[in-house]
């Protein structure tokens, strides 16, 4: 159903690194004179689809494509839109990726949502963030800010102060910190710590290891009672420190990340005493360096008379976001082309179908919303062992799968029976639980139903 | 006021049948490749004004307008408008059809809105939907749909199904496919059968005759107990046939065109057990041919299987619709000329004003609604005969006007009297009933009022 | 913070009166062929920011900036934008007026709102309507079309009728006429009076006098009973007769400037009998000449078989709004220029900080709305004597400051007092009152703050 040919960003992982640093360059070529581009994406349309609403990412979008010489539509209200009849997303994008626009910008509330989008519109579709899911273009404008003001990413010392648990910009930002060797000092407000399966991906994927850090004096946003945590991959010689009750010293660091209270997110929860950083924090001698960034709207984290200190880049972080998105569309438009390849793993492949057998355990996910009536449940394998993990093709959330079904014989085994691992690729039915699978209807191998139970 | 000189679409019958065929060519020009034709309309501007939500239609007009190289302004939202401050239908097209726009689009929720609009604005206006008056649009793109799918629209048989009672483009696609001389089999959702005023003005217009139909067995949507019927004016030698029990059978299909239940106009009342189309009924011999089309959106009488089907129209039906409305918004703005005349009646002509007399019987007619304020009740003879058939210039309801007065001398008469035959037309004073007349200060010809109730 | 070299406009002081009179030139050569001026601003973008509903002005807006060739983003609904996250105004215009846009067109609830987006933006910041503040290009439409219609302006005798109390625009448009020469007729609905403050402001900066007036007959707006009133400035040989009993005699009108009643600024209160315009008004002698127009949209204060009558210029007056902002736009995007001079006062600059003093008396002023939270307070010095008067630099609101202290050793002073004369500017703070110099830790010069509250 998909445009094999085509390219889409539904996540930071759908752009190689190398891809990602030439489109630095482009950005910075489209800045020099953002008003001098305007033939460049002649006689194209981008659609914002905003089920949700977010006026920032939406116009810098919208500007971004009128720099291009493109035309916008926009359907920025779900209650504006074909939604309130009860229309699927997936009709939603076949409609306008249809003739109507030459690519996409989707905005959702469920995790999950943008790749849904690029499976079934036949345009490229980018993500403007679904749900907890991701926001990729907030991560490369988070980069390329950082890029710009520090000139490499390798190695800077990336400090991430506040709700660290439901920010899904946070999140990305981590793993692409992570992938392009920079380190992560965490200042979580108590309570919003960076979730245990970002911690687990950090560590699988990157490598990377956490220990406990000890970060200089930073007024409003940490002291010697902080939980903070050293999160790195790129200094190997120093993993057997992180296992003794010495916390690594942060004494230098190249930038603060403060986020504001996702108070959508988690309405009820006390913020009081959030981190908030002021001209104090900035005298600190280890932000001499650094450069503080936010991705925007501050609430009040961030005190007013910082605004003016040279070290303060959150609205050149915004400016900056226009010519990353025009370099981004009219790469994706095919107006300007990359030499480096694309991702390995292209991810409009689904991988496995879960058939009668997995359902993800996200209830935020678009397959458990409003995916039900039509989406099948598709999986990736992203570890073969020891269980094996799958991850939702859609949203990503990882489940271990301890068992192992056939469909022909609705016979089911443990991952690592004999006979599971002589269960050819394309016949295998995985499950969670046994009572998953007894509830699918399967048989535990070499058992009758009746005792299944007691294994 | 109106610019006798412009061209507006309130109505299909705006269009002449030979302006519609070229308008299809020109459609399969502009479709060739919807990204060159960006100086078209370059400097014009198009005005979306939606009373109503639709982001679909609304997105397609604007795509059309930008592929044609124009400008899009957008009143989408009515609490966004000046209607929360009591502005009338006629200032507003006043305003922005002056110097804002150079077209307008208008989606309105009552009844004959587009033509009090195409009467005060001084551009042309494009009805998106007024009421369950019209969708004009929506017709041209399913016959275009049509046409291209089979090289004709004589002759074919095209099934309606689901909700004939309350959705609009089904009652604008029956008139034109009665035009272009199409056959059509209704297999109405129970109780949601096409009006009789559809089927009267099928008859009276284009000669259209119904029978009782025998559909074949298509699973989901028809089988023996289907209230089907057949309604044709181009096999005159067949309708002795339809006076006798034996049902007209259909076997062979040219389109099975879908509906939604249109839940926000009937809200309340079931839809259980509403049609449902499958890949089942498409393994139907008599649906070999048939293509499946539904104006979208669908909420799920479609089920999902069968999008991949190749006789599934239904996203090239959206994605014609803007090839389609580029070609009727070059052609409304001038930039493209047909060779055919334009239709006789040239529609922007009230007629009759009823005065004293006649009001609209359509309670969600304009007239009724914020006209009241500021617009005549106008009315034109449909039929002058047994008894005279005025419809509403608005909106289009018939009435049958069974009395006829004379404004000097406040007498009125049976339209059948020999007096009545011989009032001069501009003098004429129409009413339904001696009530109507008597409470209009009109007194029965010959009696006094005292005994007029008794005629 | 401010770029010095830009231009806003914010209120209609912020353009010089030569620099109108070269704009309503330039709309004329707009206005000839609106359709052949989209090269003049290519590549440049239009923000609307609406944080209250005006669908008029802001489609007025986008058309004049798309005709000019120039891309348009719109946040045209406070519940679509990030301010339901919390953000303040100049994060917003520093995001908007950063990148994404190159000019920028606010309306906003708040009293003085648009004074601070001028402030914080990068770019141009035309106000689009700040509370009940300004609506200066309401104000420069309305002198374009009167301009035309009467080749002049200066000494013609303008009728202002209905709510003169809470039309924004009637204000602006009072101190442009005022400065332009025009006399004021007043004919307010009984308790819309125009605001003391506007005749206050009218006597100070032009030299306006009021004066009882008679006005003739003029059925649904004027009668005898009439509490009209007579301002001008141009015939100082006459002021004498203002302060005899006798009224000034009005028999001559060149426009009637219809208001409707601001119900969603005076809820609850009763506007029966309202003005009404109608043709009967226009059949009186002094009406001969007179334009209608109104700032639409219109409720019923002007009846509609009003709009056929050649004197009624309210649907040109909206008309004329594209071409003048056309000339307005392009002016400050620097795409015209014009020969005349800037107005001396350059109404960035916020001249006196207040500090811990005055606090602006307005409810509704952004100063103490959502900028409590960011702005400094600061004022104007409107008059220095008798006592001084102070203007609020965002809402223009005046307070007289009887107290003058000085920071340093926190005395204060009565402004007239001869330690007060000798404070340098920069040193003196403030006060409206003892009381609130008190409250700010101020100590009465000479005396112990235990009896400073006898003075």
């Not at 120093?238 to 942060?250: D, K």
């Not at 959030?274 to 450069?291: E, I």
């Not at 009668?356 to 397959?367: H, Q, V």
């Not at 535990?444 to 139970?453: K, L, S, Y």
């Amino acid at each position: 159903m998909a445009n094999l040919q085509k390219r889409d960003l539904v996540s930071i992982d759908d752009l190689a690194t190398a891809e990602i640093l030439e489109l630095f360059h482009h950005a910075d070529e489209f800045r020099d004179n953002l008003r001098n581009w305007s033939q460049l994406c002649g006689g194209t349309i981008m659609a914002t689809l905003f089920f949700e609403p977010s006026t920032r990412t939406r116009l810098s979008f919208e500007s971004a494509m009128l720099r291009l010489g493109g035309g916008v539509i926009t359907a920025a209200d779900e209650k504006t839109t074909s939604r309130s009849k009860g229309e699927s997303l997936a009709d939603t994008v076949r409609v306008v990726g249809g003739s109507y626009a030459d690519i996409l910008v989707l905005r959702h509330p469920e995790d999950g949502a943008a790749r849904v989008a690029a499976r079934y519109a036949r345009v490229p579709v980018i993500n403007g963030g679904d749900g907890a899911h991701e926001h990729p273009t907030q991560t490369l404008c988070d980069l390329y800010t950082l890029w710009k003001e520090k000139g490499r990413l390798e190695g800077l010392e990336v400090v991430l102060c506040g709700d660290l648990r439901y920010s899904r910009t946070i999140h990305s930002f981590c793993y692409a910190l992570a992938r392009f060797g920079a380190n992560i000092v965490t200042l979580p407000y108590p309570g919003f710590e960076l979730p245990d399966y970002v911690l687990h991906r950090l560590r699988r994927d990157f490598g990377v290891q956490a220990a406990a850090a000890s970060v200089a004096d930073l007024p409003g946003i940490a002291g010697s009672h902080n939980a903070a945590a050293y999160l790195t991959a790129s200094k190997p010689h120093q993993l057997a420190l992180f296992t003794n009750l010495t916390a690594h010293e942060v004494n230098r660091i190249d930038a603060i990340y403060m986020t504001r209270a996702q108070r959508e997110r988690h309405s009820g929860e006390e913020t009081k005493n959030y981190p908030r950083l002021s001209s104090h924090t900035l005298r600190a001698a280890a932000a001499k360096d650094a450069r503080v960034m936010h991705p925007l709207p501050r609430v009040d984290e961030i005190d007013y008379d910082v605004d003016d200190d040279p070290r303060s880049v959150y609205f050149r972080q915004a400016e900056l976001g226009v010519p990353m998105r025009m370099a981004l569309m009219a790469f994706l438009l095919g107006r300007i082309q990359l030499r480096s390849s694309p991702p390995a793993l292209v991810s409009t492949t689904l991988g496995i179908q879960a058939g009668a057998g997995l359902r993800c355990r996200n209830e935020r996910c678009i397959t458990n919303g409003e995916g039900v009536r039509y989406l099948t449940r598709d999986f990736r394998l992203r570890d073969s062992e020891s269980p094996p993990i799958l991850a939702c093709a859609y949203c990503e959330r990882e489940v271990e799968a301890r068992f192992v079904g056939v469909a022909g014989s609705q016979q089911v085994f443990r991952y690592n029976a004999p006979e599971a691992r002589r269960l050819r690729t394309e016949e295998r039915v995985w499950f969670e639980s046994e009572a998953q699978a007894l509830a699918a209807g399967f048989q535990v191998a070499g058992r009758g139903p009746e005792n299944a139970g007691t294994v």
